[in-house]
């Protein structure tokens, strides 16, 4: 079954203690992102990749860093939690490399950091 | 000014209604347009793509672009209450490398 995978789903955490989110998919796509999602704001770009080892910052990048080491995972780091990260965020790909062609999103993992 | 707008709503509708969602966006560049539905606690689900001007329809759904005067708008016809949900409109601009979404307006479908 063709899926975007986040992991984990729910995490309650400190201010300050390193955390990973993982993003696997299986559709050998090359374009890769991540959103998060607050009340009234909307979903925005946080990072995201064309392809292997190429990154870029979207919107929100403050906070956040990534890696694409292998095609078909994009971890998202915050090395530094602040309780302000609070949110829903979702991984999302699309193939082609190009973030013309639409995105599949992964079932969100519900962030919160006191 | 956000690059992309909607209207929050909720827009309220009696099943077997047309619902019409708006959205409008400031970049004259973009080039590729998506509704989106996400229901709550869900992960947002494509409903429609459109690339050029003018109208596409894929059953009930009816997209619309406007790039003249910078609007997306999606129809639903024959609204059911399963359309209950927030539908999110996304551009990506000239170089296609991001995506803006707007903040979403959420839709009632009155049994």
């Known amino acids: 079954e063709a899926q975007v995978t986040q992991n984990p789903r729910y995490l309650i955490t400190v201010t300050g203690k390193k955390l990973t989110v993982t993003c696997s998919q299986n559709?050998?796509?090359?374009?890769m992102s991540w959103y998060r999602q607050d009340p009234g704001l909307g979903l925005r770009q946080i990072y995201y990749?064309?392809?292997?080892?190429?990154?870029d910052k979207g919107d929100v990048p403050e906070g956040y860093k990534v890696s694409r080491k292998e095609k078909r995972n994009f971890p998202l780091i915050l090395e530094s939690p602040s309780p302000n990260q609070t949110s829903l965020y979702f991984c999302?790909?699309?193939?082609?490399?190009?973030?013309?062609?639409?995105?599949?999103f992964g079932d969100g993992t519900r962030l919160s950091i006191l | 000014q956000k690059e992309v707008e909607q209207n929050s709503g909720p827009l309220s509708v009696p099943e077997g209604a047309i619902a019409s969602l708006n959205c409008t966006y400031s970049?004259?560049?973009?080039?590729?347009f998506f509704w989106y539905r996400q229901y709550s606690g869900k992960s947002p689900e494509l409903i429609m793509s459109?690339?050029?001007?003018g109208d596409k329809e894929d059953g009930r759904f009816t997209a619309q672009l406007n790039k003249a005067s910078q609007y997306v708008s999606l129809l639903i016809r024959d609204s059911q209450p399963s359309d209950s949900a927030t539908y999110l409109c996304?551009?990506?601009?000239?170089?296609?490398?991001?995506?803006?979404f707007g903040s979403g307006t959420k839709l009632n479908v009155k049994p």
């Open positions: 559709m050998n796509h090359e374009y």
């Open positions: 990749s064309m392809n292997v080892e190429v990154t």
């Open positions: 970049d004259r560049g973009s080039q590729s």
């Open positions: 996304a551009v990506t601009q000239y170089n296609f490398n991001k995506f803006y």
């Open positions: 459109i690339y050029s001007n």
């Open positions: 999302a790909s699309s193939p082609q490399g190009q973030a013309g062609q639409p995105q599949h």
